[in-house]
Antibody
Framework: EVQLVESGGGLIKPGGSLRVSCAAS????????MTWVRQAPGKGLQWVGR??????????DYAAPVKGRFTISRDDSKNTLYLQMNSLKTEDTAVYYC???????????WGQGTLVTVSS | QSVLTQPPSVSGAPGQRVTISCTGS?????????VHWYQQLPGTAPKLLIH???NRPSGVPDRFSGSKSGTSASLAITGLQAEDEADYYC????????????FGGGTKLTVL
């Protein structure tokens, strides 16, 4: 059974940094393309970014609102995906979901999410 | 700005059929890119409902179906049940966007 378990969310002041993690199991993590999708309270889904598998180059890509501030990385030895968030803004407040990404660019498995609140 | 437009809300009585539209443009759906649909039950994470326009993952009832034509796509739900009350999101690929992923704004389905 595929499981994605996010952790590391919390309350952080504007301008601060936070790293959230996603522990994966039930599939070959090293072969998977992974993404982060976020959802602000009461709002819709917003894609944050993705990382390819190392065999496909391991490259990252980001949505415009987070480019230059957020970094996605992976540790295949630990089956873990990371999202490093710097220079956080109040508008980054959201539940952050870890997902798998298929070649047709759809998200087939989702974690339960971790809430990041940016507030002074 | 590239967007996928969905109606904010739809409703139907149990047993009825409802459809949710997703209207895009020439840089996403109209360019031939696939459309995918997600269901988000209250207080839970989204779940893949339809992928590549009309394909249901294992475990999704055949009451749910998807279609695509031109610059739009639709999700149809037949034999509406109370448990279908949820938010529904369409998603596609957009060649003009940084990162290329685009979600619709979401549609709240209310079962009357």
């Amino acid at each position: 059974e595929v499981q994605l378990v996010e952790s590391g969310g919390g309350l952080i002041k504007p301008g601060g940094s936070l790293r959230v993690s996603c522990a994966a199991s039930g599939f070959t993590f090293s072969n998977a393309w992974m993404t982060w999708v976020r959802q602000a309270p009461g709002k819709g889904l917003q894609w944050v970014g993705r990382i390819k598998s190392k065999s496909d180059g391991g490259t990252t890509d980001y949505a415009a609102p987070v480019k230059g501030r957020f970094t996605i990385s992976r540790d295949d030895s630990k089956n873990t995906l990371y999202l490093q968030m710097n220079s956080l803004k109040t508008e980054d407040t959201a539940v952050y979901y870890c997902t798998t990404l298929k070649p047709s660019y759809f998200f087939d498995y989702w974690g339960q999410g971790t809430l990041v609140t940016v507030s002074s | 700005q590239s967007v996928l437009t969905q109606p904010p809300s739809v409703s139907g009585a149990p047993g009825q059929r409802v459809t949710i539209s997703c209207t895009g443009s020439s840089s996403n759906i109209g360019a031939g890119h696939d459309v995918h649909w997600y269901q988000q039950l209250p207080g839970t994470a989204p779940k893949l409902l339809i992928h590549v326009n009309s394909n249901r993952p294992s475990g999704v009832p055949d009451r749910f179906s998807g279609s695509k034509s031109g610059t739009s796509a639709s999700l149809a739900i037949t034999g509406l049940q109370a448990e279908d009350e949820a938010d529904y999101y369409c998603q596609s690929y957009d060649s003009s966007l940084s990162g290329h992923v685009l979600f619709g704004g979401g549609t709240k389905l209310t079962v009357l």
